[in-house]
């Protein structure tokens, strides 16, 4: 069997275990999700209702993923089937992670590579301008531009399949630990200056300041896809890096960490960048570009500016790198293990799929501009499937497994390290929300947000 002779990688510390795990959750969700929605949703209050998605469903969510993940040691196909007691097909929610896998992918690659050409852009200092139409040109011309877009995105591609390539210690686990100190630093900087801008208070107050009357159900099917796709849940990716984790690992205490120190990311670039949208007269509601448009056209009415535009999307491609890195791991280890090919077979094999599918993506601004599907281009239509279709089935499902198949005593075994940490109250409240509460709310909010309720 292929499956058993082939040797793990693992991460190796403990530190190791917790950068690789904010690496995934830490990216684009914080810096460019997260502000673009919150902006588009009214502020406070879909920060609010974020929070508790976050909180009664991601969480859980994300101590049975790696709880299972390490458990069984395996790709989260393989995963599956081993923990499975019946002959149900629990296997199938491994395949539609890779599903999700595929879909995240094409259009996160995308803006990945937005931000890799804004970083060079950004040196060059040709997109730093404080009139609005420039800024705004520019960012169209390169998204406008069919090879621009695929030769960034493919190169992006290219760049994290290498480090993939290196392994899990070393690629993945090495990487993380560099980069999560850089990202914080960059990031404490950037609010800082934010901080001291003149309307300064306005963008706080749209931050934390609740105005209830713009949720809707469809706002709350956003906050909960978006708090799946903030902690990577939903897709096999957490069950991945679980089947990474060390033996000695207290799950739920490492869990907390990084979602405690992700909402730190995201309330940081909140931070960062509302203070500056509100000082300098733009709209925080300006969608997906927000991040793009305004950025530059901020910075560049602050002295030092160019600096920390430099620094701003040096920042972003440094939280995507871990998160790609994460997202590109699941197809890697699947392909790996179950089809017994090399990691770098699988590495190649995986890229070219992304350049094919993604590139509907990159295209989806210029020579596709005019297809779509359901009302939607391929770029909205793969993020909307996927962070508000798929990661929420897939956390169904996971929590249905946990609670009503695996069971409470081999979850309780396996999250208190067989007894070891003394936390089975917790893995009792824990197992009681997977069993109960969390596939009924996340089924709620589904029907409802999708206008089937
Ligand atoms: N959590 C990442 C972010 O917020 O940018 C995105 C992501 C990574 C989603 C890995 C899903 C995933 F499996």
Redesign the pocket.
Known sequence: MTQQSIKRGGFSSSFGVLAATLG???????IW?FPYLTGANGGAGFLLVYLLATLVIGLPVMIAEITMGRAAKANPITALQKLAVSKMPWWLIGVAGMAA?FL?LSF?SEVVAWVFAYVFKAIGGSILSSDRQVTQAAFTSLIGDPLQSLLWQWSVLVFIGGILLMGVTKGIEGIAKKLMPILFLLLLMLCAVSLSLDKAADGLAFLFRPDFSKITAGVILTAMGLAF????LG?G?MMTYGSYFRDDQNIPQTTLRVMAADLCVSMLAGIAIFPAVFTFGFAPAAGPALVFITIPAVFSQIPGGHLLMVAFFVLAAVAATG?ML??MEVPVVILHERLGMSRAKATLLTIAGLMLLGSTCALTNNVLADFKLFGMNMFDLFDFVSSNVLLPLGGISLALFVGWTWGADKFTQALSNHGALGNQTTARVVFFLLRYVSPLLILLVMLKGLNLL
């Open positions: 995934s959750a830490v990216g684009l969700g914080n999700k896998a995240i996160y796709f903030k902690l990577s897709m990716t998160a994460s997202l």
